[in-house]
T-cell receptor
Framework: DTAVSQTPKYLVTQMGNDKSIKCEQN?????MYWYKQDSKKFLKIMFS???????INETVPNRFSPKSPDKAHLNLHINSLELGDSAVYFC??????????????FGPGTRLTVL | KQEVTQIPAALSVPEGENLVLNCSFT??????LQWFRQDPGKGLTSLLL?????REQTSGRLNASLDKSSGRSTLYIAASQPGDSATYLC????????FGSGTKLNVKP
């Protein structure tokens, strides 16, 4: 069983379109994340949700809007896509809570290409 | 400013060699440090997690150490194999996670 899954795996779209990426984890974790990996392979956190509440919101354009309908899901919606949004987007999860800070598990990534 | 640096950016070794990958960070107030491997076109696979109170963690041929006072962690790979070829990333948790840019390892048969 896949622990952290993302859909779609590949996404090719035109500038100006709106698209969504979905993430689900079946690990029972209480915290989920979105990361962006650019063309130089550098990973940077975008958002973090704990128990459906936004706890980290980095300096990303407000065209990016995360939504967490429940603890197991964290979706990323992107409006008015731009060329610079082309990257690989990774979802991750971890169990925080009272047991301390635990390891992150990553999804397979979604490669977004904006033409 | 909190930063994570990995040197070297790339490393090529013959099969069977023991090797060390380095990760340095600018702030000793960390919660934990996690080592990952990333294969081309794939996601990140967690290798080892070291909490701030620990000095090292071991898993099979891998050993990770943590020295908070000097701002360093090393990942030691024993008896390297071609299957170890991948990019190795360290992630340091301060108030949030910061990733290094990775070391691309090539183990030659």
């Amino acid at each position: 069983d896949t622990a952290v899954s993302q859909t779609p795996k590949y996404l090719v779209t035109q500038m100006g379109n709106d698209k969504s990426i979905k993430c689900e984890q079946n690990l029972g974790h209480d915290t989920m994340y979105w990361y962006k990996q650019d063309s130089k392979k550098f990973l940077k956190i975008m958002f973090s949700y704990n128990n459906k509440e936004l706890i980290i919101n980095e300096t990303v354009p407000n065209r990016f809007s995360p939504k967490s309908p429940d603890k197991a899901h964290l979706n990323l919606h992107i409006n008015s896509l731009e060329l610079g949004d082309s990257a690989v987007y990774f979802c991750a999860s971890s169990q925080e809570g009272t047991s301390g800070y635990n390891e992150q598990f990553f999804g397979p990534g979604t490669r977004l290409t904006v033409l | 400013k909190q930063e994570v640096t990995q040197i070297p950016a790339a490393l090529s070794v013959p099969e069977g060699e023991n090797l060390v990958l380095n990760c340095s960070f600018t702030d000793s107030a960390i919660y934990n440090l996690q080592w990952f491997r990333q294969d081309p076109g794939k996601g990140l696979t967690s290798l080892l997690l070291i909490q701030s109170s620990q000095r090292e963690q071991t898993s099979g041929r891998l050993n990770a150490s943590l020295d908070k006072s000097s701002g360093r962690s090393t990942l030691y790979i024993a008896a390297s194999q071609p299957g170890d070829s991948a990019t190795y990333l360290c992630a340091v948790r301060f108030n949030k996670f910061y990733f290094g840019s990775g070391t691309k390892l090539n183990v030659k048969p």
